[in-house]
């Protein structure tokens, strides 16, 4: 069964400030992806990183794949509160998208 | 990519009724959708695989008797929630994948039941 964990679960960070999150999974997987949601809304496509050595950047953050390690990353630069969400990395069996437990992401002044 | 509408978007129901739960691809001719569902603050669970014209693919645990699912058009799913409990209370959330070389999913906005 594929696993995906995701740290920190609960990141609060000031404006301006640099922060990494990452998720590792348990199995071979080339396919990963990050959506943001926000409270009591749907998700959002953020990144979609569909090879080892993918980087995929889109304003102040960055998503990476390293699929020999089983590890993504999302970089955040720069912090700003518009960027206070949950974050959820995503992994693709094959079958379906397992996704990971969640960060969320205060963003304080 | 691709639009996913979910109707209602909150619904609040007594225990013992049951509640149909629509989503509808509208631009993009969806032979597969996904059923998710997220308690508060939790991730997200895939509940079933809905196939067009066919029967719906359940996970594990979950009761295929009490969470109907019917895809009979290429842009629409529905999920039944039958004699809904509190504990069915949570937020559903239907995605359908158009990159078929991407695997990225595209939501539906969820709808929220609440069962009293």
């Known amino acids: 069964e594929l696993k995906v964990e995701q740290n920190p679960l609960f990141l609060s960070m000031q404006e301006g400030k640099n922060y990494t999150i990452y998720c590792n999974y348990s199995t071979t997987s080339d396919r990963l992806y990050w959506y943001r949601q926000d409270p009591g809304k749907s998700l959002e496509s953020l990144f979609v990183l569909l090879s080892n050595g993918a980087v995929k950047q889109e304003g102040r953050l960055m998503a990476s794949l390293d699929t020999k390690a089983r590890l993504s990353t999302l970089h955040i630069t720069a912090a700003v509160h518009d960027l206070s969400a949950t974050y959820f990395c995503?992994?693709?069996?094959?079958?379906?998208?397992?996704f990971g437990k969640g960060t969320s992401l205060l963003v304080t002044p | 990519g691709a639009v996913v509408s979910q109707h209602p978007s909150w619904v609040i129901c007594k225990s013992g009724t049951s509640v149909k739960i629509e989503c509808r691809s509208l631009d993009f001719q969806a032979t597969t959708m996904f059923w998710y569902r997220q308690f508060p603050k939790q991730s997200l669970m895939l509940m079933a695989t809905s196939n067009e014209g066919s029967k719906a693919t359940y996970e594990q645990g979950v009761e295929k008797d009490k969470f109907l699912i019917n895809h009979a058009s290429l842009t629409l799913s529905t999920l039944t929630v039958t004699s809904a409990h509190p504990e069915d209370s949570s937020f559903y959330i239907c995605s359908v994948s158009q990159g078929a070389n991407t695997g990225e999913l595209f939501f539906g906005e969820g709808s929220r039941l609440t069962v009293l």
């Open positions: 995503a992994v693709d069996s094959g079958y379906a998208l397992n």
